[in-house]
Every structure is written in structure tokens, then in C-alpha cells.
């Protein structure tokens, strides 16, 4: 993803690459970086920092505590498409916000943004008599499942439904989860071959099934939504936003 944001940056006339955080040197491959841009490149965050206007992180779970913490010791607008984040990377995430502007989704494309939508709308028209189900396939590397669209896809749908998420969730890693009520939100996951990323929503009743469904190309897409979050979020006041208050401002 890191590659790929670069490679984004040159179809942006108003964003340059600043800086790139490693986790040891000589691990960027020049040929990786725009041609005649000199940036810093360093495992040193807040050198990497100090030239930024706006941080981008695609790196993993096990790198936010230290990402958020840098960005508000720097002062720096972050935005964050990690996935798999737990409880306490959440509860870091909020408590920054306080602090400096903080752009987080665990999908950065506007397609998801608008099926989050969709599919509450949908729930509310469709009503009880038709059942849940959230499929989501990825690449065999993905290490987090249900993937976080997947599992915010399952949260807005519970919300909608004035559901506890917690309550409704049924997940098995070995594909066996059952339905246990008629309310409940069944998730199956798939992992196979290079898939960027297919989301699906399935409505079903006795008599009929509704499908909203989402794929995507290439990972490209989730880095020209971080670019798209990081030009919105340069200049906003400290906060916690999400896809859905940059589609709600355009």
C-alpha cells in the first residue's frame, strides 16, 4: 500500500511525497519514489514527520500505538487505513483526536462509503422479514478476518437496524457459522489468490434476496482515497472523521 500511494501522489497535482517511514534502511526501492524527488526516507518517524503537511498509514496494527502518538507529538494531521485495529488502538485513536485532525476508515473508497448508505436504507425499507449475511474475499496475505469493511459494513447495518453489534454478530473461522435468531448478521470469508478486495450484502426472505455488492480492481483505489481524506483533512480542526463526513461534504 505504501508503493501504491506513491504511485497515486504522481496523478495529484496539488500533493508531493514528503517523506517515507521504514522499518529498517535501504529497504525502499529507489525506483519506488518519484523520479528527481529528493524526500526523507528514514526509520526515524518524526524526522519523516517534520516534512509532512499530512501523515498516511497503511502499515499494520502492530505499528498505530507508535504512528498516533508520533503524529500528535508532531502536530501532524493523520490519516489511518489500518484494519484489524483492537480495542486499544481505538480508544489511543480517540483520545488524539482531542489533539490534532484524525481521518480513519478501515475503507478508504467512496464505492463503500455509498454501500454503507445503501445498505441502511435498505434494512429499514426491508424491515424483519428478511435475514443478513456479509461475504467478503480477499488475497490469501490478508491477516485480519472478517476484514474491517467487512465488519464495519456488519456494525452500520446493525446500527440501522437499532441492533447491538456485539449481540447480532455470527462468525466461525471454519465457515460453520449458524444463524442463531432471525436478527443475527452472518459473515463468511473467503481468502483466495491476489483479490484486492469483494464485499457483499445479502438480503433474504422467504420469497426473495436482495445483493449489494462491492469490488475493487487493484488496491489503488484505497490509496486515492487516502489522498482524497489527506487534502480534505489538511486545515480541519482536531476531530475524529470518517468516508462518510468527506462524502457528506463534497
Known sequence: MGREVIRAMMTFDDVELGGVWIRREGQVDSNALPPGTAVTVSEDLGEVLKAADVAVDFSLPGATLQVLD????????????????????????????????????????????????????????????????????????????????????????????????????????????????????????????????????????????????????GRRVFAHGALEAARWLAGREPGLYCMHDLMNDS
Not at 489511543?92 to 445503501?118: C, E
Request: net charge neutral; glycine share 8%; charged share 25%.
Open 70 to 217: 508520533a503524529a500528535m507529538k508532531a502536530g501532524k494531521p493523520l490519516v489511518c487505513g489500518v484494519t484489524g485495529l483492537g480495542d486499544a488502538e481505538i480508544r489511543r485513536m480517540q483520545r488524539v483526536s482531542g489533539a490534532i485532525p484524525l481521518f480513519y476508515d478501515s475503507n478508504m473508497s467512496l464505492g463503500i462509503a455509498v454501500l454503507k448508505d445503501l445498505l441502511a436504507r435498505a434494512a429499514s425499507r426491508l424491515g424483519p422479514a428478511f435475514v443478513a449475511e456479509i461475504h467478503e474475499t480477499h488475497h490469501v496475505h490478508k491477516k485480519d478476518a472478517p476484514s474491517g469493511t467487512a465488519m464495519a459494513l456488519g456494525e452500520a447495518l446493525a446500527q440501522s437496524r437499532q441492533q447491538s453489534f456485539a449481540d447480532v454478530f455470527r462468525y466461525e473461522p471454519n465457515g460453520d457459522a449458524r444463524r442463531q435468531a432471525p436478527e443475527d448478521i452472518v459473515f463468511s470469508v473467503t481468502r483466495r489468490g491476489d483479490v484486492a478486495g469483494e464485499h457483499s450484502v445479502v438480503f433474504r426472505s422467504d420469497v426473495e434476496c436482495l445483493e449489494l455488492t462491492h469490488k475493487v480492481s
